[in-house]
């Protein structure tokens, strides 16, 4: 990604990146000009999805289940076997 100073148009350096939420995120840049010196923070934001994920719902489960604690898996059988 490429992130343009605002001042003088020359190359940004992004030194830190903050995570607000899983679809914003907050970047610290400096202008890459020692003379410009301009140090400002992007905003990077999810905006929509152009083409679904390829993984299905159940190799999410399964990815989902096998991170799980092996106390967790038994706990959640026994609960699927009530139903």
Wanted: glycine share 4%; aromatic share 4%; with cysteine.
């Amino acid at each position: 990604m490429r992130v343009l100073c605002r001042s003088c148009g020359k190359k940004a350096i992004i030194g830190k990146t903050d995570r607000l939420s899983l679809d914003h995120v907050n970047l610290y840049c400096s202008c890459s000009d020692p003379e410009c010196g301009h140090t400002f923070v992007a905003n990077v934001s999810y905006s929509h999805t152009l083409s679904p994920s390829s993984k299905s719902s159940s190799q999410l489960v399964h990815q989902l289940v096998n991170a799980m604690s092996p106390e967790h898996r038994l706990q959640l059988q026994r609960e699927l076997n009530f139903l």
